[in-house]
């Protein structure tokens, strides 16, 4: 909150080089760049190894790493931009939170770049590049992997309770009795995370009304909250958390823990919404669980009557990296050196493949056959590829104040402490432009 | 702790004290003094600015008038706040209080067990205060907690999930942390009441509850308003703790001042408003220290032991 000190390190880094870091690395001759990333395995010794790939190839510019973990990097990259001290590449979601960096002149316009280095986009995703345009413009470089929102759930504990896994939300709500009756919870939740909660209306409101539904809400329309099917979609995952549908205590269970994991994988709970990034960590950390063919996959099921194509998901369509205006043009070279040389080689596609996950790299599925996960890995490719809308989660779609108003709406939905009514009307007062 | 640090400076800056020579000391009074005015006034200023301004904390400090305010006072979430950390002050003050002087009594006995516990009971007032509130997490979690690990079904409720539930827990986990700190000021403060008191006491027939109801608890009248106003005006600082075992959850049930302001700040990136808070905040810090210190009488530095 001390302004003073802010405006005097903001003095700092417009004077000089905003990243100390790398200065004071050995071997940093010549430029230097720093890079800020997030930790969590699989993807930190990823991240990791291509920068390290990256600094043996090229002695003279080299790239200093520091990694943070993910809700710890929220704030710490928002205070290093306002203070002049964020590092040259900039790892990010895309979406909302690089505009509020591109509106405040914090990123470079990779536009021009991209057009002198098509190769390197056309090596991409076209769908990726979504969240990474601000008015027309790109201000990152997607990388890394795609991510659509998977429903899981546990083969053993269906076969011990007899029934068969869900291809409709009707279908949904008649195994919600028959789990509870068995003294397993129907769905596990990491309620306290907010956003965990966030991926079962990012469904709903797609299967019911179709993705034109937040797209309204996005783009600022009057009422877009208040549309009929919004209504529907809240009112209907209401009615599961008053069926129990979520596991016992939800509320107070964090994502950033795996606890939700560890419920499913332990046959505490039966099904999950999750991320795709979960079945890696599921992998290590649930034994026999993945390996032993118990994870079942599927993409959400269509509800009765609705309107939204059921190819269509919603998640992460990239993760991006962007390069800090701040940054000194030798620190710019650096990084957009890395960005054509260093991000996605070979190496590192593999590398994400053997985690488990899809590279947005075009083509990455016919290095897919030989993975142990290939089968997990190959429907994860078919509905990145095949959906007719990938739509980006919505707390990074949106700008951080209506997101932080759409989160704490979303908790006290689940908590059932609002109405569907009182959720549009509080949204509708934040997006209205 | 801009409102801790008033206490501190204020008797040494009035300016009173003198050595037996009668030359003023107050320039004692300069590095503290120095160190409040750069860690304390200037960012409080500061802050007071930036609630006049609208900034995302990225981009550019625009100057906007009221229009922070404005937004703040007129935010629900606001007076939600404000009582929450009411009944988190209030009802961790009824919590400690009590307990706080008990433990206090009992560990000023000489006894040499009682010097054993009172290491035991420190120990809390050590650990951080995200360990703890990450270690009650765990114990508290409704399906992996203590409940199931000891198989005790009725430690199994949805303690942090549940708005009254979790509010209780905070207070709860709170105290347990401060405790240790208030016994330990009252242990003090028990051991200065001159033994004579208590003689007499014997003499005249007085057992140990009246003793204590009759010497223990008025003499420690200034100790229990110290411990008062840290407990109070100290528990609209909590934010650690909240924040790692909550996270003001569920929905904004345990949403705290301090809470609600670093949320407003850095998660919706909403300086001026935050900024807004912050200047409440320290309002109400302020009044309630000034509150107590009417409560403990006018003058502060008259002893209590008279007659010993």
């Known amino acids: 909150m001390s302004v003073p000190v802010v405006a005097a390190l903001a003095a ?5 080089p905003s990243s100390s870091t790398a200065s004071g690395t050995a071997g940093a001759a010549g430029g230097g760049a720093s890079y800020w990333y997030l930790t969590g395995q699989p993807g930190e010794g990823i991240r990791k190894g291509a920068v390290d790939r990256f600094n043996a190839a090229n002695p003279s510019s080299q790239i200093a790493q520091t990694a943070f973990q993910n809700d710890a990097y929220k704030t710490k990259i928002k205070t290093a931009l306002g203070a002049g001290q964020a590092p040259t590449i900039i790892w990010g979601w895309g979406g909302g939170g690089l505009k509020s960096w591109v509106d405040a002149s914090q990123v470079e316009d990779l536009t021009s770049w991209f057009g002198e280095n098509a190769d390197v986009k056309s090596k991409l995703f076209p769908s990726s590049f979504g969240a990474a345009t601000v008015g027309g413009k790109i201000y990152a470089m997607p990388v890394e992997t795609v991510q659509p929102i998977v429903l899981y759930y546990n083969k053993s504990v269906f076969e011990k309770v007899g029934v068969q896994p869900p291809t409709s939300w009707d279908d949904i709500m008649a195994l919600v009795p028959k789990f509870n009756a068995a003294g397993i919870a129907p769905f596990s939740l990491g309620g306290q995370s907010r ?45 599961l958390v008053k069926a129990d549908g979520f596991i016992k205590g939800f ?63 919603v998640g992460n369509p990239g993760q991006y990296l962007s390069i800090s205006a701040k940054a000194t043009d030798a620190e710019k070279e650096v990084a957009k050196k890395f960005f054509k040389t260093g991000v996605l080689d070979d190496t590192e596609v593999k590398a994400w493949i053997d985690s488990g996950s899809i590279p947005i790299v075009n083509g990455s599925d016919s290095k897919i056959a030989g993975s142990a996960d290939a089968e997990f890995l190959k429907f994860i490719y078919g509905v990145a590829s095949g959906a007719k809308t990938f739509a980006q989660s919505w707390d990074q779609a949106l700008q951080p104040a209506a997101a932080e108003t759409l989160l704490d709406n979303i908790s006290k939905l689940f908590q059932l402490s609002i109405t569907p009514e009182q959720f549009a009307t509080n949204l509708n007062a934040v997006t209205n432009s | 702790m801009t409102i801790a640090s008033v206490g501190t400076v204020k008797p040494a800056s009035s300016g009173t004290a003198t050595n037996i020579h009668g030359r003023s000391l107050g320039w004692l009074a300069v590095p503290a003094l120095v160190f409040f005015i750069a860690f304390g006034v200037i960012p409080l200023i500061g802050v007071l600015l930036l609630s006049f301004t609208t900034w995302d904390g990225i981009g550019q400090v625009i100057p906007s008038g009221l229009t922070s305010w404005k937004a703040t006072l007129s935010n629900p979430g606001l007076p939600h706040a404000m009582w929450v950390t009411f009944q988190v002050a209030v009802l961790s003050w009824l919590f400690q209080t009590p307990m ?23 120990i809390p007032l050590l650990l951080s205060s995200a360990a703890i509130a990450i270690t009650f997490k765990a114990l508290l979690d409704p399906n992996f907690g203590l409940g199931t690990g000891l198989g005790l079904p009725f430690l199994s409720q949805d303690w942090l999930g549940e708005p009254t539930l979790a509010l209780g827990v905070v207070v709860f986990v709170v105290s347990w942390q401060y405790i240790p700190f208030h016994s330990l000021i009252y242990q ?12 007499a006491a014997q003499i005249d027939g007085a057992g140990r509850i009246r003793q204590f109801f009759s010497i223990t608890l008025p003499q420690l009248k200034n100790t229990i308003i110290t411990s008062s106003t840290l407990m109070v005006v ?34 919706a990136n ?39």
């Open chain 1, 251 to 313: 509320s107070s269970i964090t994502a950033d823990s795996n606890a939700d994991q560890a419920l499913l994988y332990t046959g505490k709970a039966a099904m999950m919404l999750h991320g795709s990034w979960t079945y890696g960590s599921m992998k290590s950390d649930g034994g026999d669980f993945v390996k032993g063919g118990h994870l079942g996959w599927m993409n959400f099921p269509p509800v009765a009557g609705g309107k939204g194509d059921p190819s269509n998901t």
């Open chain 2, 270 to 308: 909403l300086m001026g408003q935050a900024s807004a808070i912050g200047v409440i905040l320290v309002l109400v810090g302020l009044g309630l220290a000034l509150l107590f210190r009417r409560l403990g009488g006018g003058d502060k530095t008259s002893s209590q032991l008279e007659g010993a």
């Open chain 2, 100 to 122: 706080s002087i008990l433990l206090g009594v009992f560990l000023a006995g000489a006894q040499k067990y009682r010097a054993f516990l009172a290491v035991l009971y420190f």
């Open chain 1, 12 to 16: 700092c880094g417009s004077s000089g």
């Open chain 2, 188 to 199: 003090g403060a028990v051991r200065q009441i001159p033994t004579s008191m208590y003689e």
């Open chain 1, 195 to 239: 956003w965990t909660n966030m991926m079962w209306l990012e469904f709903l409101f797609d299967r019911i009304g179709g993705p034109e539904v937040f797209q309204a809400a996005f783009e600022g329309k009057k009422d877009a909250w208040s549309n009929p099917d919004a209504i529907t979609a809240l009112t209907k995952v209401q009615d």
């Open chain 2, 234 to 267: 100290g528990s609209l600082t909590f934010f650690d703790l909240i924040y790692v075992l909550t996270a003001g959850g569920p929905g904004d049930a345990t949403r705290v001042l301090a809470l609600d302001m670093y949320k407003t700040g850095f998660q």
